[in-house]
């Protein structure tokens, strides 16, 4: 099973950016497509971003226009630039895969220790 480590979150202030890392454990992540969710205290974790294996994207409302995500199959990462961050978008921050990017709402894998993202106002 592939094994995904997230890295790039930090405390920033509100309007910033960053830029977060998904790294994957082995080649075959990319004909996996790979998607980013967050949980912030006590919510449910939620769907964010997505993209398939051939590089289609797919965003939830609370962040389309702000956050972009691609990947980079010859590095087996997958990114989540951040832009114009909100305090709302404080949470941490994991990626996981599908095989499709209509299953990312069902990843298969195993979830990773996340990354912490802290927007202050």
């Known amino acids: 099973q592939v094994q995904l480590v997230e890295s790039g979150g930090g405390l920033v202030q509100a309007g910033g950016s960053l830029r977060l890392s998904c790294a994957a454990s082995r080649s075959r992540f990319s004909i996996n497509a790979v998607g980013w969710y967050r949980q912030a205290p006590g919510k449910q974790r939620e769907l964010v971003a997505g993209?398939?294996?051939?590089?289609?994207?797919n965003y939830s409302d609370s962040v389309k226009g702000r956050f972009t995500i691609s990947r980079d199959n010859a590095k087996n990462t997958v990114y989540l630039q951040m832009n114009s961050l909100k305090p709302e978008d404080t949470a941490v921050y994991y990626c996981?895969?599908?095989?499709?990017?209509?299953?990312?709402?069902?990843?298969?894998?195993?979830w990773g220790q996340g990354t912490q993202v802290t927007v202050s106002s």
């Open positions: 993209i398939s294996s051939g590089g289609t994207t």
């Open positions: 996981n895969t599908a095989l499709r990017l209509s299953t990312l709402s069902r990843p298969f894998g195993s």
